[in-house]
Every structure is written in structure tokens, then in C-alpha cells.
């Protein structure tokens, strides 16, 4: 099938390059045309595990091009995708105005007897496909056009496999034809298809980040409870993950959930609620515990090293998880800052993320000292704190580690190492929601 995919951002792109692995011909279209002669120079503007081999590979197929032409998208698509960011203003509600341009533009180009399918990928309040809907037949009323909301749900790091082999596939739709050439459009994919309407489809998408999240917020309050009573959460996280209905996934403790999605899908989820008259106060204290993560992180790290002060202190890890180039909302960055706030002399290092966090200005180079390797960023220092859990560091020779640091004392925020090696290794390790261990 011909499709079009409006916004190359980690959404559109990535989705683009897989329906183009299974055959179908995409246009990715992009109003910024920095990223677009990058993506046909074959760069690729985002670091994801095995997207440049897919884009290259379709690229050379000619199954996948970009431009910055909305008219040139439309013109030769029968669905039409929208993934445009919604970022958050500051009251927590979603900024819809990319969404509403899209759709003006959109209808600006749809010729009249051309049937189209307009899919919305981007993550939206509900009742936006209304709105969408209503605003392209604003602008042009004789558009022939079904509004469908597909949410995504790819994580970054692993998005190429997220989305070949995806758990489910939301299609909210009202009109058959739209469910027809969707279910055409993901059949490659065998997977499970749920067709739901429009609003529900926009509300899934809100309510499954926001129970994720919760989560994670449950984990990290139990761990809490661990700590003061001596328990070990990565236990309790198995043994109540061995319960099916529960799931061991995404009770992973540590300093608590960052990125582009989580934070801002919680608030926004908390703001729709809000706007539609059922306040949702569970999820303030999801918010409320995440936010309280790091702050009892650093107390740790204070009750171990006293004042922070001119205290040298190398950091492993920047992005906001593993296998990303991703800083954006990343707590392992508040960390550094906040170090760096009470004076510490703060050494990171990070696979991927580093560069980004200094073009993005979110660290200030001149009191970070961003170093090449994991090993140089221990050198001397009186404490490794580690903020992202990368293969990378899982792997590094410890004992090589101890003997460059001043002193071999660990904090790990994303409990990545075994506390039993560390002791053997002559560390003292102080984990998240376990008992610190000594030598
Ligand atoms: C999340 C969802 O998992 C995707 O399904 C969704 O499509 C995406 O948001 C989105 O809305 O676009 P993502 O933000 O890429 O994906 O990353 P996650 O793997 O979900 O991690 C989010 C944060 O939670 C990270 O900071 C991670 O460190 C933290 N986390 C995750 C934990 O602290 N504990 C866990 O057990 C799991």
C-alpha cells in the first residue's frame, strides 16, 4: 500500500522505515528541512538500535523516501499519518497546535473524489480525532476523509522490534472502509488487531503509559519500604511478578521514570481528567512518589560522603534509559545537575546520550567534565554513582574500576549490579530498596 507519514521524529520515522520493511511504499514527510536532507544524504538524526540498516535497505528497495512536501505526501498515499509531537504546556495539558496545523494543511491538499485515511499516531488527549476531523472539513468541504487513531506504543531503544512485533494494534475507527485499509496496512505484521472507536483508541494510549508508570511508582514506594525494614525490592519485585496477573515487568525500582512519554502522559492524562470532571487523584501520587525518587537518592549519597562539596563524583549514564541517544527528561541529567549544584566535581560518562546533552545545553560543560570512556570518569573518584542501566557498564572489569577510584564506594540507581559481587570485589555498594553492602 502507498502511505505517508507526516513528523520524523522517533514515532513517524521509525514507524515509516518498518511499514516499509513489509512492503508497503512510505513517503516521510517533515517540515524541518535540516532533518530531511539529512535522512535522503542517508543520516539518520536519531540513534535507535537497527533503524539505519532498515532505512537504508528501504531507501535502496525505493519503498521509503522523504520529503518536505505535505502535498507531495497526500498527493500519493491512501493512509495518511500524522506523528507530530504534543508537547506539554505548563499546566500539564497537551499543546494540540502541531496537530491543528497538520490538519489545516492537510486539508489544504486533499482533492476532491481522492478518498483518504487521516491515522493519528501521535499521542493525544481524547476526543482530539474530533477535533481533527472537524477541522479538515472546516478547511475544505468536499475532502472525502476518515479520521482513524492508531496509538503507538514503541519504547525507545528497542522500537524496530517494538513495532515489527507488536503486542497489540489500536485502531479506533467509526467507518468500515478506514478499518478495512488498516487491517490491510498492518496484516504483515500478524498481530493482534483490536478495533475500537476513535475516543477509546485515544484514551488506551493515556491509560496504558499512565498504569506503566503507576507501576513503577508502586515499585519504588515498596522499595522505600525495603530500605527502612531490610527487605530487598528485587525479591519482593519477583515474588510478586510470579503472579501472572501481576507481571515482573516494569517493577524495576531505582530513581524513578523519566523520558518524553511517562511525564508528560501522566500530567496530561491527570489534566483530561480534570477537564472532564473526574479528577484522577491516584495519579498525582504517582507523580508525587516518581518525583521523590531522586531527592532520597541523594541523601544516600550524602549520608555516605557527607557534604558534597568539592567531592569528586563520576556518573555512568545521561539518557533517560539504555539504548538511546535520548536526554530529554532524563533523570540520570537532574542527578548530575543537582550534584554539581551542591558543588561536587562531577565526571560523566554516557554510549550515547553525552553529546546531546551539551548541544541541548541541559549540562553545562564548563562544571561537567564529559569523559570518553566509563574507566577514565572513575579515576579518582570518591564515588560512582551509576544513573543508567547500559549494557556497557554491566560489563566493565570492576576490579579495574576499584583500583582507578580514590574510593571504591557505588551507588546504583537502576540496581544493575549484584551486591554479592560487588562486596567480593571490595566495593561498598549502596543499591536502591536493598540492603547496602561493605566489604
Ligand atoms: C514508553 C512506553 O513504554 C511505550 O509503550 C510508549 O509507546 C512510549 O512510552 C511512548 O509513549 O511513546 P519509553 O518512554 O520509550 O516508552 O521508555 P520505557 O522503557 O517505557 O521507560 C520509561 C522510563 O521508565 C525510563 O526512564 C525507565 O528507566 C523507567 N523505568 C522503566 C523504570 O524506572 N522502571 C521500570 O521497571 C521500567
Request: net charge negative; glycine share 6%; hydrophobic share 40%.
Amino acid at each position: 500500500m502507498d502511505l505517508c507519514i507526516i513528523g520524523s521524529g522517533y514515532v513517524g520515522l521509525v514507524s515509516g522505515a518498518c511499514f516499509a520493511e513489509v512492503g508497503h511504499h512510505v513517503i516521510c514527510v517533515d517540515n524541518d528541512q535540516r532533518k530531511v536532507d539529512m535522512l535522503q544524504a542517508g543520516k539518520i538524526p536519531i540513534y535507535e538500535p537497527g533503524l539505519e540498516e532498515l532505512v537504508h535497505r528501504n531507501v535502496a528497495a525505493k519503498r521509503l523516501r522523504f520529503t518536505n512536501s505535505i502535498q507531495d505526501g497526500v498527493d500519493h498515499s491512501q493512509v495518511v499519518f500524522i506523528a507530530v509531537p504534543t508537547p506539554p504546556q505548563t499546566d500539564g495539558s497537551v499543546d494540540l497546535t502541531y496537530i491543528e496545523r497538520v490538519a489545516r494543511e492537510i486539508a489544504g491538499v486533499l482533492r476532491k473524489g481522492e478518498y483518504r485515511v487521516v491515522v493519528d499516531k501521535s499521542t493525544v488527549p481524547v476526543k482530539t480525532g474530533e477535533k481533527v476531523e472537524a477541522t479538515i472539513k472546516r478547511y475544505n468541504r468536499e475532502a472525502s476523509f476518515d479520521v482513524v487513531s492508531n496509538p503507538e506504543f514503541l519504547r525507545e531503544g528497542c522500537a524496530v522490534p517494538d513495532l515489527m512485533k507488536p503486542d497489540r494494534i489500536v485502531i479506533g475507527s467509526s467507518s468500515q472502509q478506514a478499518t478495512d485499509l488498516m487491517k490491510r496496512l498492518y496484516e504483515p505484521f500478524k498481530a493482534p488487531i483490536l478495533v475500537t472507536d476513535v475516543n477509546s483508541a485515544e484514551l488506551i494510549k493515556h491509560a496504558a503509559n499512565s498504569f506503566l508508570s503507576l507501576k513503577i511508582s508502586y515499585i519504588n514506594a515498596v522499595a522505600a519500604i525495603c530500605e527502612a525494614s531490610g527487605a530487598d525490592v528485587e525479591m519482593v519485585a519477583d515474588g510478586i511478578g510470579m503472579d501472572k496477573r501481576i507481571g515482573r515487568n516494569f517493577l524495576n525500582a531505582g530513581i524513578g521514570y523519566g523520558g518524553s512519554c511517562f511525564p508528560k502522559d501522566v500530567k496530561a492524562f491527570i489534566a483530561i481528567a480534570r477537564q472532564l470532571g473526574t479528577p484522577f487523584s491516584l495519579l498525582e501520587e504517582v507523580e508525587r512518589i516518581n518525583a521523590h525518587q531522586l531527592p532520597r537518592f541523594i541523601d544516600k549519597i550524602r549520608e555516605s560522603l557527607w557534604v558534597l562539596k568539592d567531592k569528586k563524583i563520576a556518573v555512568w549514564g545521561m539518557t533517560f534509559k539504555p539504548d538511546t541517544d535520548d536526554v530529554r527528561n532524563s533523570v540520570a541529567i537532574d542527578l548530575i545537575n543537582k550534584l554539581v549544584a551542591e558543588g561536587a566535581q562531577v565526571t560523566a560518562y554516557d554510549p550515547k546520550g553525552a553529546e546531546k546533552a551539551v548541544e541541548w545545553n541541559l549540562v553545562d560543560p564548563k562544571k561537567v567534565r564529559i569523559t570518553a570512556t566509563p574507566l577514565e570518569a572513575v579515576e579518582g573518584a570518591e564515588a560512582l554513582v551509576l544513573a543508567t542501566e547500559w549494557k556497557e557498564f554491566a560489563n566493565q572489569d570492576l576490579e579495574k574500576v576499584r583500583s582507578v577510584m580514590h574510593t571504591p564506594l557505588v551507588f546504583d540507581g537502576r540496581n544493575l549490579f549484584d551486591p554479592d559481587t560487588m562486596r567480593q570485589l571490595g566495593f561498598t555498594y549502596c543499591p536502591v530498596g536493598r540492603p547496602n553492602v561493605k566489604p
